[in-house]
Structure formats: C-alpha cells, structure tokens
C-alpha cells in the first residue's frame, strides 16, 4: 500500500474520530502538535467547505459510504450554523454554532463562498438528496452580489462589494482562483454549459489582470483597481499558486477544448520550477519554496505542505499529458509530503517544515485535507498509484451518477 493510498483509506478515517466534536457538531480546525483536538475555538465556513469536498470527492473516487456519512454531517453543521440568512456563508461561529460577536467573524468572504460551492456541487453528485433544493442556485446569486460589475472580477467579501474597492485596498487572486475550481467542478459534474462559461470569465480575468506579462508568473496581490501593485506585496509569488493555477488552466482546456491557456500555464510552471524549488541537498530538497519575489529571488525559504501537494497534483496531470519527468516529480513529492510531513503518526500531520526537515508549525491544520485529497485522487486518476478502501458499498446504495 503506499502512503497516499493510505491516507484516502486509513489517514482520511483516523483524522476525522479524532477531529469531530461530538458533542457540539462540526469539526475542530485543528490537532495541536501531540496531536490532540482543541476545542473552544471559532469554528469557520473554511475548514467545514473543505472537508465536506474532501469527503465527498473521496467517497466519489473510492466508494467509501464512510466518508460520505460524514461529509452529511460535517454539511448539516454548516448548513444550519454557518449558512447567514441574508445569502451566502459566514466567515465563523462560536464552537457551539451560535453567531459570533465582532464584524469580523460575520464578514462573508469570497474565498469561502468558493470553497462552499465545490463542497456543494460535490456533495450533491455523491449524494442528491443531501443538498436541499435551491442550495448552489442561491448560493450563486449570492456570489454574484459580490462580483464588480465592470470587470466582472470578485470582491473580497461583502463589506467592499457594498462599498466597491476603495484606494489603499488590496484584491487576491486567490477567490479568483478557486472559484474558478468551483465551477469548473461544477461543470465537470453536471455538464451544465452555464458553469463552463462561467469558467471562461475567471480564466479572462487572470489573463487580463493577474500574470505578470514579464515573467508569465501570477501576482499574488493587485490595487483596488485592479492595476499592479507597488512595493513588496506586488511582487511576492508564491510557487504553490503558481502551481494551482497551471493545474486549473489544463483543467480548463481538458474541459473546454479551448489549449490557448496551455502556454500560461508552462509559462507560470517554468517560473516555478526555475527559481521555486529547493535545490541544496537537504531533507527538503525538491520541496517548492514558500514565497519568492518577481525577479525569482527567495523572500521565505521554508515549506508549507500545501505547495508539495499542489506541485505534485499538477505532475500527475503533466504525466498523463505525456510529460516524461512528471511521474518520478509525483512519486518524489508523495514521498516528501507522507515520509516528512506525515511522519509523527497516521492521525495527523505537520504543517511548516524548514528546509532540514526541522518542525517550525506543528499543528495539523484542518483545512489541508482538501490540499492532500486532490494531490491523492489525481496521481489514482493519473495510475500513477491506486485508492483500494477497505470498505466498498454495495451498487444499490452507491453514491448515484459515480464520477465524471
């Protein structure tokens, strides 16, 4: 069994006994370093969007009905406590699921509204009946609220699309990001033509306003206008993004038919692989660096797991592209992420090493599941390892429609 069949099949398991809070629902958003569950924290749209996907997709890929009567009830949690009554769903809630005091825990952000609807759309495939009628068909009203009509580009969240951009505020590309993973997935599962266009818009607005035509990298950051960003925020790159990008824009042109996006995103991999990968000898050797600057120098030497994750799901789709090096990149990336970052136990994992292999953030953080289970289900899709559950369901309850 290697380790990333593991983790959909044993890791996946474990974790989840350990990270429900039985008693109030939902999940805890984090094991501390000696891997225990904390409790008395917020609880966020984030973590439970992302594990109810992560479940979903899993049980999709594997037929595990374990992880999809989980994802129910990570998904009724949400649905009852974090979903606002206006559209949309907010940014926390107090443990026990009632609203927070304070603006900021009300706030509805973009970036958690995307990962709401790949949860969503995902459940719904594994599961019809577990996504109440009108649920994604509101949820994307909602999220047009909060697209800016001029450029079509996405707000950060509710306060600056009742306002508008404002000088001195900052625009991500990350809501731009993985909305567009969100309806791309959308489309994959129902092939709705509404979601490819939908697509196509967010693919435009990286083009128009986010790479930085001189490098052909993304910006992390632009101006309320859109326009490039002065200063060290308009120049940090971070290879893991870039990374997620080129593995969204083959994902678009696999789907769309439409390959003028393919030279982005090898513009955007070349940028990576050239100035973002470690290349001393040490532990961490060939893990992507955590941040770089627009000239490709290094700004933050250390790991994050999820960069690993996302240079290694985009290896196995190059792989499958004919790409003669992706598969032994995948294999050595697996092998990074579950010998280094996994290395404590088969509950939990690490979330920052230095480049010696040194622990800098312990925690296993909650959120980096759905990191790890798209790097795990792509090399499956890819043959490039398998996903064998130990627990089938049988074809009468299986999830319906299986996958695309």
Not at 337 to 350: L, N, Q
Request: hydrophobic content about 40%; overall charge negative; some cysteine.
């Amino acid at each position: 069994m290697t380790s990333a069949t593991a983790f959909a099949t044993d890791i996946v398991p474990r974790w989840i006994a350990m990270a429900a809070d039985h008693k109030r629902g939902g999940l805890v958003e984090r094991l501390d370093g000696e891997g225990r569950p904390v409790f008395g924290e917020p609880k966020t749209t984030l973590v439970h969007a992302r594990t109810v996907f992560s479940l979903a997709h899993l049980c999709l890929a594997t037929g595990n009905s374990t992880l999809l009567d989980s994802a129910r009830k990570i998904h009724a949690f949400m649905d009852t406590h974090l979903r606002h009554p206006e559209g949309g769903y907010r940014y926390a809630v107090d443990p026990d699921g009632s609203p927070r005091e304070g603006s900021a825990s009300r706030v509805r952000r973009t970036y958690d509204q995307s990962f709401v609807l790949l949860a969503l759309v995902t459940l719904r495939k594994a599961d019809p009946q577990a996504v109440a009628e009108g649920r994604i068909e509101e949820l994307w009203r909602f999220i047009e609220s909060l697209t800016e009509p001029a450029t079509g580009a996405l707000y950060e969240d509710d306060q600056m699309a009742l306002k508008g951009a404002q000088a001195g505020d900052r625009r991500a590309q990350n809501p731009q990001m993985h909305m567009l993973e969100a309806v791309l997935q959308a489309y994959e599962l129902t092939r709705e033509v509404v979601w490819l266009e939908r697509a196509t818009r967010y693919v435009s607005l990286l083009q128009d306003y986010f790479i930085d035509r001189s490098t052909g990298s993304v910006r992390e950051l632009v101006s309320h206008d859109l326009s490039p960003l002065e200063g060290a925020e308009g120049l940090r790159r971070e290879p893991g993004h870039q990374y997620e990008w080129a593995w969204l824009l083959h994902r678009y042109a696999d789907l769309s038919g439409d390959d003028h996006v393919r030279p982005l995103a090898d513009r955007m991999t070349v940028f990576a692989d050239t100035y973002g990968i470690r290349r001393t000898g040490d532990p961490l050797d060939g893990a992507p660096f955590d941040a770089l600057a627009a000239d490709g120098s290094i700004i933050e030497d250390t790991h994050l797991l999820w960069p690993l994750t996302e240079a290694g799901k985009l290896a196995c789709m190059l792989h499958l592209r004919g790409d003669a090096r992706a598969a032994a990149r995948a294999r050595k990336w697996e092998r990074l992420i579950f010998s280094r970052f996994f290395a404590c136990d088969r509950t939990r994992w690490v979330n920052q090493l230095d480049g010696r292999g040194g622990v800098i953030w312990p925690d296993a953080l909650s959120r980096l599941i759905y990191h790890v289970a798209l790097f795990v289900t792509e090399g499956a899709r890819t043959g490039l390892w398998h996903i064998q559950p130990k627990l089938r369901i049988s074809p009468s309850s299986s999830p319906q429609g299986g996958t695309d």
